[in-house]
């Protein structure tokens, strides 16, 4: 009995549970987590080699989310899912214009929009990960993301899609993370 009792007494000497990782750690922390389950439909906790880890479900969900997409972008291989009812994106007269010029950019991105009038855009197609967001809700982010950032660089060169992709890619992820009360079972939360 003395001896089974040993590794518990190595592995938490005072009784205490197993050390709470810093939340702020570097991504590939989890790329090496079991999902343990979910606490008041807030928080995941995932058993870590180095510890417990236990995080805001939309910060986990959308750390993997933009790894993932990032990866994908970089690769050019974003996934996508084709919609059955193309989604309409209403944009201002002055939004137009440069949102046309950077269809080619969000077709990179797995966001595949067309024009369909002088200030109305189609969505036909998303990044697979972000197929269970409302496509015109996930374009109209991706669109605001992308006045800021260019009109952040006005009167100065185009940006290019390295310069923009991570603003982007951090608005999708976002916008496609559980958000906090969503119940989810622990098979859900390893799909991730």
Known sequence: AAHSAQPAAEAIPDGSPLPLLDTAAPKHLLSNVRVIGQLHGTFVLLEHPSGLLVMDQ????????FARLTEKADAGRVERQALLIPANVEVSAAEAPWVSERLDDLDRL????EPFGPTTFIVREVPALL????????AREVIEALAGEDTAGAGSRKKTFSDLAAGLIDRMACRG??????RMSNEEISTW
């Open 131 to 138: 197929a269970h967001v409302d496509p015109s809700v996930l």
């Open 58 to 65: 939309h910060t986990a969900h959308e750390r993997v989310l």
């Open 177 to 182: 993370a559980v958000k906090a009360h969503h």
């Open 110 to 113: 797995g966001l595949r929009i």
